[in-house]
Structure formats: C-alpha cells, structure tokens
C-alpha cells in the first residue's frame, strides 16, 4: 500500500465521524471511543440511561458503513439458538433423502447490537463468548466463520435492575472499552430537541466498506509504540492487582485486578486513538486517555470502597497519578 493510498484511506475516518455527527448531537468522547474499538478490532459495551441514543448511535454508525447490520433485543426468554443459529431438517426433492441443515442467526453480520444484554439469563449470554473471541460459532460440533469485520455493541441500563442478569467478569473481559455514555450538556440538549421534532430527517450515506475496515485494523498493528510505553502500560496494569501492587490506594480498595488482556487492551486502543488523530505512533496522552474506558470493568473495587463511594475510575485516576513516566516520553 502506498503513502498516497493510506491517506485516502484514513481520510474516510473524518468523514465517517461527520456522517454520525448529522444524527448524533454532542458525545464527542463516545463516539471516538466507539470508532477507536471498531479499528482495533474489538467489541464495545455502551451503558448509559435510557433516551441517549445508544441504540441510535450504533444504528447510525451501520447506516455510515456498507455493512450488514442486525439487532438484537435480549430479553428474559431468549434462547441461544436465537442469537447463533439452529439446524432444521430439510428433505432434497431430487433424491427424497433428509439432511440438517443449519440455518445461520443474527449473530452471523457485521455489526451485531446486543441491546440491553444484561436482560437476558448468563445462559444465553455466554453464547456470545465465543463469537466475540474467536469470531466463529460452534454447533452441532461444526464451526462457523463469522463474517469480517465482525464487530459487536452491546447496550445496558445502569438504573433499571428489576428483571437483569448482571454480566459476569468473564463475559466483561471480553469487550475491548466499556463505554460511558453521560447526559448532553445544555446547547447539546436544544440541538436535540430542535433536531428531532421537526420535519427535517437527515441523509446517511456509506462512507467506508468492510475491506477498508478490514484494512485500517491492519494499520493499527502497524503504529508504533516506543519500548518506555509498553513499560508504562505494564506497570499500570500489575499495579492493579492487590495481591502484588505496591500502591497502597490499590491494596485497600481492590478486590481483583486486571488480567494481561487489559494490557493489550490498552496498546491496541491507544494505537487505535493515534490512527484515528492521524499519527502512526503512540503517545503517553493515549494512553491516559484509554487506561479508563480499558480498566473499569476489568478493576473488582472491594466492599470498603464501595461504602466510600469509590469506583474502578477513580483506582485509575490514582494509579496514573503514581505511576510515572520519563520526561522524554511525556508528551
């Protein structure tokens, strides 16, 4: 690929954000972190309360792409044959014979909307845990390649727990960023307001394709990373882990810790960010910036932090206040 064929190519990230932006007012931190999971390849957990736009944002993001799009609405009762695909039996008119044949489900596209997972039992919730890591689906001891890219967003309430099967930290791990979504601020608000109740409907078009998508996530491996960051990171993520940690604030409100998948995480998301800002290599504002959406479902704060009101974000805030690094690299 040459220099000339990689600027057109990211110069379709800027003009994917605005197709977004003519539907989705404010959110500018949302929506890079969504963008930011899709080039590095992994699968996002949006929480937010209900009315700002989660499901919107992801359907917005499809109409944006020339992908397949399929949503799924988890609730109590659904099964997962539902979301991966079931065999049914079919009989070939020229021969007479039977034979199963396994009809795919909607997990088998592109971009997949899991809204409101947490509604459904951990049964049908760990029928994701192989799609989501290793991209294919197993039945009937067959598997199945998902499509590429194959890229996952998941939605959930944090209010609303009547009638919800909290996520377990396995199923937690899997997902690259988990994605806080805050209320607009006031002119967001009006925007809105004046946007959705009047006549006028804006126009997506497609901006990108799956190759290209394909393409870009191959980039992201390609940004470099200087020797001290990767230093950094695996510092940040040990020191999440109380059983080892030499920071104190870890030790007295950490139950558990992040795994080396944080820490991957973190890389792969920090590339992502300097691709999407049109740099090839990674700073120390990267990731400060991604150590928050990486660490705060992979960070178990314990009781006594929880009666002090204290958050895995907060455990990060300390831990990049701590941990140091050279004044060559911070930039």
């Excluded at 192989?130 to 197993?138: G, I, K, L, P, S």
């Excluded at 919800?164 to 988990?178: G, H, K």
């Excluded at 006549?199 to 390609?222: D, F, N, P, S, W």
């Excluded at 990060?316 to 050279?326: A, N, R, W, Y």
Aim: net charge negative; glycine share 6%; no cysteine.
């Amino acid at each position: 690929m040459t220099e000339q064929d990689i600027q057109h190519l990211l110069g379709k990230l800027p003009q994917l954000k605005q197709e977004i932006q003519k539907i989705i007012v404010g959110q500018e931190e949302v929506l890079d972190e969504v963008l930011i999971t899709l080039l590095a390849g992994g699968h996002g957990l949006l929480e937010g309360v209900p009315g700002l736009a989660k499901t919107l944002l992801v359907r917005t993001l499809s109409s944006a792409m020339d992908l397949n799009f399929r949503r799924i609405q988890f609730t109590p009762d659904l099964m997962p044959t539902d979301i991966l695909g079931t065999e049914v039996l079919e009989e070939d008119h020229a021969t007479g014979k039977r034979f199963f044949k396994f009809n795919e489900g909607p997990i088998f596209s592109n971009i997949v909307l899991a809204d409101e997972i947490n509604r459904t039992p951990p049964k049908t919730q760990a029928a994701l845990l192989e799609a989501m890591q290793e991209h294919e689906v197993t039945y009937a001891g067959k598997t199945y390649t998902l499509p590429k890219p194959f890229f996952l967003l998941a939605t959930q309430n944090p209010i609303e727990q009547a009638g919800t099967y909290p996520l377990p930290e396995a199923q937690l791990d899997r997902f690259l960023l988990y994605i806080r979504i805050k209320y607009p601020t006031e002119q967001e608000e009006l925007n809105i307001l004046s946007n959705t109740t009047g006549t006028k409907t804006a126009a997506i078009r497609a901006v990108i394709t799956g190759e290209e998508v394909v393409t870009l996530r191959q980039l992201v491996r390609e940004v470099s990373i200087s020797q001290e960051l990767l230093q950094f990171v695996s510092q940040i993520v040990r020191a999440t882990r109380p059983d080892t940690s030499s920071v104190d604030y870890v030790k007295q409100y950490v139950r558990w810790g992040a795994g080396p998948r944080a820490g991957q995480a973190l890389i792969l998301t920090a590339k992502a960010r300097a691709l999407l800002h049109g740099r090839f290599a990674v700073t120390a504002a990267d990731i400060h910036t991604m150590a928050y959406p990486v660490l705060r479902h992979r960070v178990l704060v314990s009781f006594a932090a929880e009666a002090e009101h204290i958050t895995p974000d907060n455990v990060v805030e300390k831990l990049l206040q701590v941990i140091q690094l050279p004044k060559a690299v911070l930039v």
